[in-house]
């Protein structure tokens, strides 16, 4: 890989930030099995829906 290209990948933010969370997710359940089960997801996006209506709604007033 050119040292262009590698600069180009890691300067786009939204990129970086999925291939970090994908990178955090398989260290979690490689440690944890249990991490990718259904029950676990559903935990997970049930706490942060408060979090997620409140982004949403100062999304829309900015």
């Given at each position: 890989?050119?040292?262009?290209?590698?600069?180009?990948?890691?300067?786009?933010?939204?990129?970086?930030?999925?291939?970090?969370?994908?990178?955090?997710?398989?260290?979690?359940?490689?440690f944890n099995p249990?991490f990718f089960t259904?029950?676990?997801?559903?935990?997970?996006?049930?706490?942060?829906?408060?979090?997620?209506?409140?982004?949403?709604?100062?999304?829309?007033?900015?």
């Amino acid at each position: 890989m050119q040292v262009g290209m590698k600069r180009s990948v890691f300067a786009n933010q939204s990129f970086f930030l999925f291939l970090l969370i994908a990178v955090m997710s398989g260290v979690t359940a490689f440690f944890n099995p249990a991490f990718f089960t259904l029950q676990n997801w559903l935990n997970i996006l049930n706490q942060n829906a408060v979090l997620g209506i409140v982004a949403a709604g100062a999304t829309l007033v900015m």
